[in-house]
Each structure stands twice: as structure tokens, then as C-alpha cells.
């Protein structure tokens, strides 16, 4: 019957064109050629999206032009209008989700699983964890933990991973720590007096601090390890924490006028001055025990990387099996050794979370970090099981350098990228993988974070600079918006809707081997083959992983970020050219 249909209509159409003849004027369809026969004309070529018509009016080049934002940054960091400030961290934010680099999947919360005979463990919304006031009322003095797999960096100054940070709070202290409510209260200072001015700040430490060793820890010891994190020859990831502090990098102004007086001065006024204090990268280490190390000038994390290292905080290192296990035992020296009871932590070093949910219900584990994401759902009703309020953003990001981007202009690389992101399922992320009730992310600073003048930078999971549910509300449009701003950077597609042969996106997605990362990751790859973007998934053992991101060696990576203080700007300095926190090599 379609057969008869076709013949029909083509017969219609022949005699429609005979009875034209050759003496009618020709139509916008046909035009004479030289023989004076009248011919088809070719059918318009598809215009081109112009991708400089498509990015924020934000867009700057993320390679090139980048010193325009480490200039933001520097403004935010001098301005003393708290108003302006907050106006100025909205401008950055702007023109940091414009180079589309950074793809928020959704506002972090953080799980964890312990047994009901624990108490006294307690995190914060940076997911440090603090184990030294446990209690347990089964009778044992020893506490079972996995955070992870083998620690990159034990030193608090090189440290940058969440999992390191809770080594870090637990085997050593700075001036300020957190308790159990999140507010920060003295540690190693017993007070802190600052200047009229909010410049100067002097620190009175407690009366008869020690080291792991016994030795004296004084304010001579601040001195020395603030200037080592700050300094360019340490190369520490945090390092840019320390330039709010005059003389930064290389003459931190800061100096110790007695054993008991620490006393520092800023260039401009800083409202979250105690929560760097609490921070890793401020807590004191011992400069005869670094650089006893022989290699400490050019491997300045070397002298803690085995057992016996000396430390300041409640618990010190005493066994370190690699990639295999750690034990911290009671540090007697610490300020406030009388109110641990716990007398041993004994760490379990792994990512492999099956293994680690078997290893906490046989009962070889108190207190497990990680768990399998198939695991979730049935574990959401257990009194065992706590979901708790973080700061932070989970996203994936592109490295600005990728190969992926050769012959794009800056303009066109954005408009990919722009397009990866809309075509990436959230919702589905959040309520299948995540479960835990994460919110879809549209934004890089997350929800309810302060926004340093007394209000909240983003109230509403409405605000932000996209659509996170798109893709799931309207799929069709969806689809289309990221084909538009994929011919916008060269590439042409199919009668499929799907890049064509001529124009293939081939690209390679780096993870570490966690299976909620997994999951993520195999859920991004579905999305992108809507449209035909290849997308093959590496995974990494977690300390490869984290150093093969930081060098750039990636192409499209996993990542998140834990907010380290309660302010925008610690969510904005990280992406300065110089800071050992840009994964995304924005400005190199």
C-alpha cells in the first residue's frame, strides 16, 4: 500500500512539473542555466551557530586571560566593604561557571556507618572527624576505622584530601580546633587578642605544650611551620591559604616574641581568621623531626611518610602496614590527654567498599566512611547509619588544556563543555546513586553557605546557572540545545541526531575505583551517547588518582570539593592560576 502511494504521488508531481512547461518564470527553487534549461538549486546550507554569541557574557578564556580573575580573587581578598565583597565573590563565580570547566552534579552530605556501642564521634560540615572524645560502652579501648585507602600526604601543611584532613585533626592540633557543635574553640592558643584595626593578631598558647616526644612546643614552632607552608619551595597545595598574612609567600609576617606568644598581621581584615587557625595547613610540625629527613629540602612530606613520626595532637602514629593498615595510640603529652579514653585507633587502609561493609558486619570495623552504592537503600532506616549536612560540591570538571579542545577557539571549547553538562541526568544521579537525599547542583559555591556579610550566598537550589533537572523535564529540547552548541564548535551530526563520522568526540573519563564514582561515571557515559559522544572510563587507585588530576594528566575528571571554612572565597581561591588546588590548569 506504501509502495502504491509513493508511485502515486510521483506520477502527480510529473505531470505537475510538464504542465509548468519551459516558457514559465523560474521559482525560487530553479534558475536557467547557461543552456537556457531551468536546474534545482542546491538546498541552503545549515547556519552555523556562532559560538561567541552563545557563552556568558562572563566568558573569558580560561588559558589566556585567566590573571583577570587571579586580580578577583586579590580584590575579594583586600576588599573591606563586606557588602562589596560578597558582590565581587558573585562576579567570580560568574566568570568561573562561564568557561563551563566545572560541572556541579549535586550539593554534597556525607555517611557513615557506626556501631551503637560507639559515642562521642563527631564531624563537621568539612568532614573532618574527630575520634579523640569517643567513648564505648562494650568495654574495648581500641577503635576500629576505614576513611580510605593509603593516605597521600600525612603532613598537615601538604595534605589536601578529606581523608587526610582526618588523620590530620586527630594526630595533630593547631591553635583553633572544632567541637561538637562546628564552632571553633581554642586549642593550642588559650587566647587570641586582635587589633582595632582587625590587622594584628596575638595569640597567647597554652601553659606547658609538648610534642609526641616530650619536648617543648612553643610559639617559635608556629613561626617555622607557617612560613614553610606559605613558602614557594614547599610547593603546598593550600599554600595560597596564607596570603591574606602580610609578607606572603616568602616573609609571612609573623613572629614569636616570647615561648608563649604567637603573633601574626594581615594585610586586610579576614572574618573567618579562626577557621583557618583550626585548618591543617596552620597546625604546627616540629622542624628538627622535618628536616632530619635527608631529602626534606626537595621531598618535604618525606619525614612523616613512616610510623614514628612526631606530632602534637591526641593520637600518634606507632604502626603504618602500606596500603594495608595504620595505628595511632594515645598521645600523653597532648593538652588534653585526661579526656581520652580511647586508648588505640586502628585504621583499616582500603577503597574497595564491598569488602569494607563485610569487614564492619562481621564486627572487625566500629566505624566505616565508605559504603557500596548498592548498599544505600536498604541501610536508610538503620540506627546505624548517619547521613549528616556538608558544605561542599560534587562535580566533574575538564582539564582546560585537553588535547580534546586543539583547534577550537577558546569560545568553542566553553560551548562543548556547556553542552556535556546539560546533557548529564542529575536527578537520576541523586535518587539512584547518591540516595541520600543530595540535591541536584547548578552551581560550583553550594547551598546555605554564609556569604560573609551576615547573609546566605545561595539560599535556594532555584538559584544558580542552569537548569539541573532539564534533562529529565524536557529531553527532546535538552538534546537539541547541546547539538546547537556542539555545531557551534565544528561538529555535525546525523539524520540520528548523532555526531557524525567526520566529527567524532572521543574522550577518556579519569576516577578513582570507589563504585559510587563508578556508578557516576557509567551514568555520564550513557547520558553523553545520546548524542553520540564517546566517552571510555579510567579507574585509578586513589593515590594515583589524585596526582595524575592534580598535573593535568586527564582529560575529563571526577571531583569534589569540601568546603574548608564557611565562606565563598574558599571555594573561589582555589582556581588561581598558582593554586595547588587547580585541577583544571585555568591560567596555564
Known amino acids: 500500500m506504501k ?52 557563552v556568558s557574557k562572563a566568558f573569558i578564556d580560561p588559558l589566556t586571560e585567566w590573571s583577570k580573575y587571579d586580580d578577583m580573587i586579590a580584590r575579594i581578598k583586600s576588599e573591606t566593604d563586606f557588602a562589596k565583597r560578597t558582590e565581587l565573590m558573585h562576579e567570580a563565580e560568574d566568570v568561573l561557571m562561564a568557561t563551563n570547566c566545572i560541572i556541579p552534579i549535586y550539593y554534597y552530605n556525607d555517611i557513615f556507618m557506626m556501631k551503637d556501642y560507639v559515642d562521642g564521634v563527631y564531624s563537621n560540615a568539612y568532614g573532618f572527624k574527630y575520634f579523640m572524645y569517643a567513648t564505648m560502652s562494650n568495654g574495648a579501648d581500641t577503635l576500629r576505622i576505614n576513611l580510605a585507602s593509603e593516605p597521600d600526604y600525612l603532613d598537615p601543611a601538604l595534605n589536601s584530601s578529606v581523608d587526610g584532613a582526618c588523620l590530620a585533626v586527630n594526630s595533630f592540633s593547631g591553635l583553633y580546633a572544632y567541637d561538637e557543635t562546628g564552632a571553633t574553640v581554642p586549642a593550642c592558643a588559650e587566647s587570641c587578642a586582635v587589633s582595632d584595626d582587625g590587622l594584628t593578631y596575638t595569640v597567647t598558647l597554652r601553659d606547658g605544650l609538648k610534642w609526641s616526644d616530650g619536648s617543648d612546643l612553643t610559639a617559635e614552632d608556629f613561626v617555622y611551620s607557617w612560613k614553610r607552608a606559605a613558602a614557594d619551595e614547599t610547593a603546598a597545595d593550600y599554600a595560597y591559604m596564607f596570603d591574606n598574612i602580610k609578607g606572603f609567600p616568602n616573609d ?12 601574626f598581621e594581615l594585610s586586610a581584615p579576614c572574618a ?18 622535618v628536616e632530619a629527613y635527608a631529602d626534606w629540602q626537595t621531598s618535604p612530606g618525606g619525614w ?62 566500629d566505624f566505616a566512611d565508605t559504603l557500596p552504592t548498592d548498599e544505600v537503600a536498604s541501610l536508610l532506616d538503620n540506627p546505624e547509619f548517619y547521613i549528616e549536612d556538608q558544605l561542599g560540591t560534587y562535580y566533574v ?17 566553553a560551548c562543548m563543555r556547556e553542552a556535556f553538562s546539560l546533557l548529564i541526568d542529575r536527578d537520576y544521579i541523586c535518587e539512584n ?85 563508578v556508578a557516576i561515571a557509567e551514568s555520564i557515559q550513557q547520558d553523553l551517547a545520546a548524542v553520540g559522544i564517546q566517552l571510555t572510563i579510567q579507574q585509578q587507585d586513589w593515590n594515583v588518582f589524585l596526582e595524575e588530576r592534580k598535573n593535568g594528566n586527564f582529560d575529563f575528571a571526577r571531583n569534589g570539593w569540601v568546603a574548608d ?9 582555589m582556581w588561581t592560576t598558582v593554586s595547588g588546588n587547580n585541577d583544571v590548569q585555568f591560567g596555564r
Open 565 to 573: 571554612f564557611n565562606d565563598p572565597i574558599n571555594m573561589l581561591e
Open 3 to 54: 509502495k502504491l502511494l509513493a508511485l502515486s504521488l510521483a506520477l502527480v508531481m510529473l505531470f505537475a512539473l510538464v504542465a509548468c512547461g519551459g516558457g514559465t518564470k523560474p521559482t525560487e527553487a530553479t534558475q536557467p542555466d547557461p543552456a537556457g534549461q531551468s536546474v534545482a538549486e542546491p538546498a541552503p546550507a545549515e547556519e552555523i551557530p556562532d559560538a561567541a554569541e552563545l
Open 304 to 365: 612523616c611518610q613512616e610510623a614514628g613520626f612526631v606530632s602534637n595532637g591526641a593520637y600518634v602514629c606507632t604502626g603504618w602496614n602500606h596500603d594495608t593498615s595504620m595505628t595511632y595510640e594515645k598521645n600523653p603529652y597532648w593538652y588534653d590527654a585526661d579526656k581520652v579514653t580511647i586508648e588505640k585507633l586502628e585504621f583499616m587502609l582500603s577503597a574497595d567498599d564491598t569488602a569494607i561493609y563485610a569487614a564492619y558486619n562481621a564486627g572487625d570495623l
Open 433 to 517: 546513586i547518591g540516595q541520600t537525599g543530595q540535591v541536584a547542583a547548578n552551581a560550583f559555591i553550594p547551598l546555605g553557605m554564609a556569604d560573609g556579610n551576615g547573609g546566605v550566598f545561595k539560599a535556594s537550589a532555584e538559584e544558580g546557572y542552569f537548569d539541573a533537572y532539564a534533562i529529565t523535564n524536557d529531553y527532546e529540547a535538552t538534546l537539541e540545545r547541546a547539538r546547537t552548541l556542539l555545531k557551534a564548535a565544528g561538529y555535525q551530526f546525523g539524520e540520528d541526531g548523532k555526531l557524525s563520522a567526520e566529527t567524532p568526540i572521543q574522550l577518556e573519563y579519569l576516577t578513582n575505583t570507589t563504585s559510587g564514582h
Open 252 to 263: 609571612l609576617a609573623v613572629s614569636a616574641p616570647d615561648a608563649k606568644t604567637f603573633v
Open 272 to 289: 573567618y581568621m579562626q577557621d583557618l587557625m583550626a585548618f591543617p595547613a596552620f597546625y604546627p610540625v616540629k622542624q628538627a623531626a
Open 397 to 413: 570538571c575538564f582539564n582546560a588544556k585537553s588535547k580534546a579542545f586543539e583547534g577550537k577557539t577558546p569560545e568553542q571549547a
